[in-house]
Antibody
């Protein structure tokens, strides 16, 4: 059974940094593109970043480009999102999701940006 | 930038057919995907590649696409189908704004 578990969320001050992790199990992680998608409180879904199966291609939404870095460790079946220079508008639940079809999602981790 | 447009809300009575639309210029060339999100939960894929249903998704969920519009149809909607529904199209890294489905 496919399982995605995010961690690393929490409270951070504006301008701070946070690193999110997504632990994957139940499938061959190294064969799949992976994504980060976020949802601000009471708002819709927003694609944040995706990374190719071997890590050779990455895409970022304009809203996070230059501040966030997506990466993966296929040996550890793990996906990461390094978030720097955090802004109040980055506050959201962050989900990891599998493939361009987003066929499986984790339960999400909440990032709160506040002073 | 590319956009997908959905109605903000759709309301039906139990047992009726609910239709949620998603319009976008790229839809004639790209597949549509649909996600259901119930309150406090993560999204779930309910339709992929315009009309395919993942295993475990009830048969009352179906999808179609024609021209610049994709449609999610819930035939015989049930109270447990209430929630927010989002569309996206393959290769375009955006979601529709979401449609709140009310069944009462």
């Amino acid at each position: 059974e496919v399982h995605l578990v995010e961690s690393g969320g929490g409270l951070v001050q504006p301008g701070g940094s946070l690193r999110l992790s997504c632990a994957a199990s139940g499938f061959t992680f190294s064969s799949y593109w992976m994504n980060w998608v976020r949802q601000a409180p009471g708002k819709g879904l927003e694609w944040v970043a995706y990374i190719k199966d071997d890590g050779s291609e990455k895409y970022y939404a304009d809203s996070v480009k230059g501040r966030f870095i997506i990466s993966r460790d296929n040996a550890k079946n793990s996906l990461y999102l390094q978030m720097n220079s955090l802004r109040v508008e980055d506050m959201a639940v962050y989900y990891c999701a599998r493939t361009s079809a987003l066929d499986y999602w984790g339960q999400g981790t909440l990032v709160t940006v506040s002073s | 930038s590319y956009e997908l447009t959905q109605p903000p809300s759709v309301s039906v009575s139990p047992g009726q057919t609910a239709r949620i639309t998603c319009s976008g210029d790229a839809l004639p060339k790209k597949y549509a995907y649909w996600y259901q999100q119930k309150s406090g939960q993560a999204p779930v894929l309910v339709i992929y590649e315009d009309s395919k249903r993942p295993s475990g998704i009830p048969e009352r969920f179906s999808g179609s696409s024609s021209g610049t519009m994709a449609t999610l149809t819930i035939s015989g909607a049930q109270v447990e189908d209430e929630g927010d529904y989002y569309c996206h199209s393959s290769g375009n890294w955006v979601f529709g704004g979401g449609t709140k489905l009310t069944v009462l």
